[in-house]
Nanobody, 123 residues
């Protein structure tokens, strides 16, 4: 059974930082691409960043480019999203996801999802 567990969310002031973790179990982690998405009430899930399994190639949404960094530790079956210079508009529930066959911005290519972790940025 595949399980993704996110952690690291919380309340932070604007300009602050948080690091989200996503621990995977039940999968061969280094064969999956990992994506990070976020969602606010009433809105669709929004792409944030992704990292490929093969060479660790990363990609970011324009809104977070230069502020967020995605990484993974295959030995620990864990992915990370380092978020710096946080803004109130970054407030959302953040989700990690794994995809065996695809990567990128479309949520439909991802096979497994975590339960989400709340990030709240105060102004």
């Amino acid at each position: 059974q595949v399980e993704l567990v996110e952690s690291g969310g919380g309340l932070v002031e604007a300009g602050g930082s948080l690091r989200l973790s996503c621990v995977a179990s039940g999968v061969t982690f280094n064969r999956y691409n990992m994506g990070w998405f976020r969602q606010t009430p009433g809105n669709k899930r929004e792409y944030v960043a992704a990292i490929s399994w093969s060479f660790g190639v990363t990609e970011y949404a324009d809104l977070v480019e230069g502020r967020f960094t995605v990484s993974k530790d295959s030995a620990e079956n864990t992915g990370y999203l380092q978020m710096n210079d946080l803004k109130p508009e970054d407030t959302a529930v953040y989700y990690c996801a794994l995809s065996e066959a695809g990567t990128g911005r479309n949520p439909s290519v991802y096979d497994y999802w975590g339960q989400g972790t709340q990030v709240t940025v105060s102004s």
